[in-house]
């Protein structure tokens, strides 16, 4: 079982930046795993904003996030970390970490594992 523990979210003025952390339980990643966050704004369905392979390091971002977030990895803390810059108040959302066993994907389904969430408040 994985266990995921997100961790840096608050309330940030819009232009100013954050980092999330996804701390995943001792030894519970390995190679065939991918690590993504995904983010739920309240009305919205959840939706996908980078994914990260734990062997290779291949990152995916969204559109929406591409240039203004990156995705980044610990291997030795077992570790996956989102830094988001130039946020902007239409990234207010709670941010969920997911794992999957299968190569990196934007298909919420697709991921087996997920935190409790963290939240991001982007004041304007």
């Known amino acids: 079982q994985v266990q995921l523990v997100e961790s840096g979210g608050g309330l940030v003025q819009a232009g100013g930046s954050l980092r999330l952390s996804c701390a995943a339980s001792?030894?519970?990643?390995?190679?065939?795993?991918?690590v993504a966050w995904f983010r739920q704004a309240p009305g919205k369905e959840r939706e996908f904003v980078s994914a990260?392979?734990?062997?290779?390091?291949?990152?995916y971002y969204a559109d929406s996030v591409k240039g203004r977030f990156t995705i980044s990895k610990d291997n030795a803390k077992n570790t996956v970390y989102l830094q988001m810059n130039s946020l902007k108040p239409e990234d207010t959302a709670v941010y969920y970490c997911?794992?999957?066993?299968?190569?990196?994907?934007?298909?919420?389904?697709?991921?087996?594992?997920w935190g409790q969430g963290t939240q991001v408040t982007v004041s304007s």
């Open positions: 997911a794992a999957t066993k299968t190569p990196p994907t934007t298909k919420r389904g697709e991921y087996d594992y």
């Open positions: 001792r030894h519970a990643v390995s190679s065939s795993y991918a």
């Open positions: 990260i392979s734990w062997s290779r390091g291949n990152t």
